[in-house]
């Protein structure tokens, strides 16, 4: 058992260096940060739901009004934490650029928001529709936030930007020199959809949710559950915060799981999918 302990423990600095990956970093930030919009729509759900369990059900009128803001925040999730992300990792990006030529995070976070639309959000008769914008979406939006900043940190890095004459005031300034990279990554991301519709035959927020699907159906079952508690155990055992190494590997199933919960319950079937928020 020694031998064990002190073997696991060898790996400790690795895990540690892990712990601290901006992009993980970014992930579980992005999600506290959006965390007023998950709590937000839980108390509509409760009260729209809950009465079920005794009886009672409202009027369908009743139940849409109460819909109403889980759809407009909940709904939109993947929008929101699209851009909470981008800004998460924009300022870890910062720390290590010269104070004088920071990134803006406003901008990547308009940038990953345009971008996730552009890849989830599909033209319809009467709109857009909005299936990966929620929950479903997350992983996408995870792509759009890192792909944006990388591509900011690059051109503002090696100075691929507009600069305007110090007489210009800043924040007109700032506009300019943020024009190319918000260009560059929206563009980047719409190529890559359009690459996806022409060889995969759909969008890329679909495609990555059918090629992560095998895993989220594993992950929900008994092997995977033990899994990942496994893994919380086994990162506490080392002496590491567990939830920071893990949580956000799995936060876009935790939550995907949540709505796909709602669904079968609101179609009179058994809510069955264990692993959730």
Known sequence: MNKLIEFIEKGKPFFEKLSRNIYLRAIRDG????????????IFILIAYVPNAFGFYWPSGVETLLMKPYNYSMGLLAM??????????????NRDMAATN???YMSTLLASIVSLLILAADPTVDGFATGFL????????FLAAFVTVTIYKVCVK?????????????????????????????????????????????GVAEAIGQFFAPLFSAA????????IFGAYAFFWFVGIHGPSIVEPAIAAI????????????????HADKVLTS
């Open 158 to 202: 090696n100075n691929v930007t507009i600069r305007m004459p110090d007489e210009v005031p800043p924040n007109i300034s700032q506009v300019f020199k943020d024009v190319i990279p918000f260009t560059l990554s929206v563009v980047f991301l719409y190529a890559l959809d359009i690459l996806a519709r022409h060889f995969v035959g759909t």
């Open 220 to 227: 929900d079952g008994y092997v995977g559950i033990t899994f």
């Open 31 to 42: 999600f506290i940060a959006g965390m007023p919009v998950i709590l937000f729509s839980s």
């Open 254 to 269: 935790t939550y995907a799981n949540i709505d796909t919960n709602l669904a079968l319950m609101k179609a009179g079937e």
């Open 134 to 141: 929620g929950t479903k979406g997350l992983l996408t939006a």
């Open 102 to 104: 920071q990134i803006n």
């Open 80 to 93: 929101l934490v699209a851009g909470t992300t981008a800004k998460s990792l924009t300022d870890s990006v």
